[in-house]
């Protein structure tokens, strides 16, 4: 059986086919917006709720039962719901016995639980072959559409033939699976969605030590020094011109770093003679964190931009100034004279 679901359209079925029926724990967001998106692909739902009766906002066609009922109708289950609610399926184990469930859950920290959610999972049903899968894409992708960049699902599992029957889902709904092997890569498949944050964290904080860094330079070179030495007050040139000549530095220190790594990684495979090796983890981080590198650096370029436009602007109000309070001068001198 061969269907492809690229758009939100539904295909028209061979009637001599039998749909499908795959069942969705839970009424919430991902579990609707997944429900509809296998509808549309000709899939037939039934979803699973702890009130069948009130829940609201379902996709039409698909049929809302209680949690033991719906398990009965598919030998496919999705378990949309967050893990801390999950202990409730170990009353269900009879039912679930035998059958694939697939945990689409993600988690708001790295290492927020000792083993992955998917084996936890597999640790509260263990009759069940269970499937890590669909973490990655978001309910609001799958509604609008939105996918195109990210079309990949990572798809692990022990069972083979359970991992198939998930990607062959995957596949149907106009996805592209990626086996990851057993379920002990859910722990790393469980990262990917909260990755990417960690990789800003670095060229944040090496753009913050650089600048406190410089600013501390310019500021004893231009300010404390003339003025241990010659007395001269340059304070004001804190506002403006120390930062404008910090952003700068800062651009040029971080576009090097940016392409730093690929010559350090090009070295290295030279020395080592192949480049089917991993690279060391800081190389490998540092590698990863390059795009973020680069936009930092072309943040501080555009307030250099600004900064330098800001000053002859600056120079002007001040000598507009000046020429006030001369002319005012000289008005008060005349009117005290002449009077
Ligand atoms: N939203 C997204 O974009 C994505 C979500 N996910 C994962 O999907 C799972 C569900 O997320 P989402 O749909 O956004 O969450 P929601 O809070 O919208 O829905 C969770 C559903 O879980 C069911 N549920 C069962 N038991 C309980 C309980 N004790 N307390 C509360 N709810 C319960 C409820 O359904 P009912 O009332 O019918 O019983 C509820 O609607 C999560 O594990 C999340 O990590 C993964 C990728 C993306
Ligand atoms: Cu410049």
Redesign the pocket.
Known sequence: MEKTCIDALPLTMNSSEKQETVCI?????????LGLKMLQCGYSVV?????PQK?TLLPSGAEVLS?SEAAKKSGIIII????E?YD?LTELTEVLNGKILVD????LKINQYPES?AEYLAHLVPGAHVVKA???????ALQSGALDASRQVFVCGNDSKAKQRVMDIVRNLGLTPMDQGSLMAAKEIEKY?LQLFPMWRFPFYLSAVLCVFLFFYCVIRDVIYPYVYEKKDNTFRMAISIPNRIFPITALTLLALVYLPGVIAAILQLYRGTKYRRFPDWLDHWMLCRKQLGLVALGFAFLHVLYTLVIPIRYYVRWRLGNLTVTQVNLFLYIFFCS
């Open positions: 724990f839970g009424t919430g967001d991902f579990g609707r917006s979803f699973g709720s702890r009130n829940t949690y949309a719901i967050h893990r609610h409730f689409i859950s993600n988690n959610n669909f973490n990655t894409i978001s309910a609001w969605p």
